[in-house]
Each structure stands twice: as C-alpha cells, then as structure tokens.
C-alpha cells in the first residue's frame, strides 16, 4: 500500500484479473488475489508480521487445496483472557499472545493468553514470542480479563 507499492499497478498492465486488493484485517490489510493468465496471484503485504498472518490466515490453506490435501484449515481454540482488551474496530484483528498461568481458581484447566500491549504490526520480535494469536471479529466489544476469546494456536 502507499507510494511504492507498484505490484498492483504492474501485474494490472500486464492483464491480471483482479479479485480483490484490501480486506478488512488487521495486520494485512493490503492482501491481493486474482488471476493473471491461467496463475492464482496472491499479493502479500510488505510487512513481515502482516505477510506472516496473511500467509497463514489464506496462503497455506490454498496451497494445501491446490496440492490435493484438502482444505484442512487450523482450528480455533478457546481461552481465557490474562488481562482485558479493549474494544476492536472495522477490521478482523489478529492480536499477537502469549500463554501465561490460569487465573482464577487453581483448579482451571483452560489455556490463558495475555496479548501483547503493543499490537503494532512492525513489532517483528513480539511475532517471534508468541504462542499463540487472538482473533477478535469487526466491532467486537471490550472485554476483562477471564473472558473466553478465540485464539490460533502457532507452531
């Protein structure tokens, strides 16, 4: 996106069948798809934790379908907050996590995440700590710590 992203502009001049450019993701909101001749193109952002969630989120699933292993997609869990969060906006948010200790009663067997304050997508270190990414659907309300979330296990 920007200035000097002239994927877009080249592969348009060059016939690409443009499906879609921008999606409502955060990080990866600059993800393109179509077709140029009889080839799938999948524009990843330029962002690494962006190109990363975006790779997992839709590129492994359909190379997987592609090479005939079906279309096994990775599963969301559940798991309770660490600590609350605010509200999400207009975009499908990918919050980088980390497991930490149940809270509450010693007795809980359900995975606990905290995210990581800062969510910001070139904060390349904070994808490499993780365990795990919180997903959080358009508009979901604010929430405190002990509620269950969604969350993408990462390996």
Known sequence: MGDHDLVNEALSARGLDLDFWKIAMRPGKPLMFGKLENQFVIGLPGNPVSSYICALV???????SLLGFGQKTQQLQRARLASDIQANGMRQHYMRAKFVAPVGDSGATSMTVTPYESQDSARLALLHEADCLIVREVNAPALLAGSEVDILVLD
């Open 58 to 64: 839709f590129l492994v699933p359909l190379l997987r």
